[in-house]
């Protein structure tokens, strides 16, 4: 019974820190600016119909690229593959065809970032 009453004296006390800690911390002065939502830095009060730089695009897909290539390589290399040579080819083949298609945008002027 000492433990379902301690029990509800926690929840309870809980259940206070929460509502004080939300009063404590809402927002006291509200405007359109603040209550509008804020995207890739882009002004939510401007037109939506702004073009979007297709430079920007590419940077952010190289960069999603590289970070998921990341993410398939950290595994490899932290359970080493149980035969090295398999891992090794592996690895060096992701790596090769990143390389091959980071050459080619850079040839194509893809990356140069033009005004």
Known sequence: MKILYTSIILMTMV???????????KKSKMSREKNSPFEC???????????????????AMLFLVFDIE?????P????????????FI?????TT???????????NGMLEWSK
């Open 15 to 25: 259940t206070i820190t929460f509502l004080m800690t939300m009063m404590i911390s």
């Open 41 to 59: 830095g882009f002004s939510s009060m401007s037109s939506a119909r702004k073009p979007f730089s297709t430079h920007f695009f590419l940077i």
């Open 70 to 74: 990341i993410s398939i390589m950290l």
């Open 76 to 87: 490899m290399f932290s359970i080493k593959m149980s035969n090295m040579m398999e891992w």
């Open 90 to 94: 592996s690895s060096l083949m992701i």
């Open 97 to 107: 065809i990143l390389i091959l298609g980071l050459m080619h945008e850079w040839k």
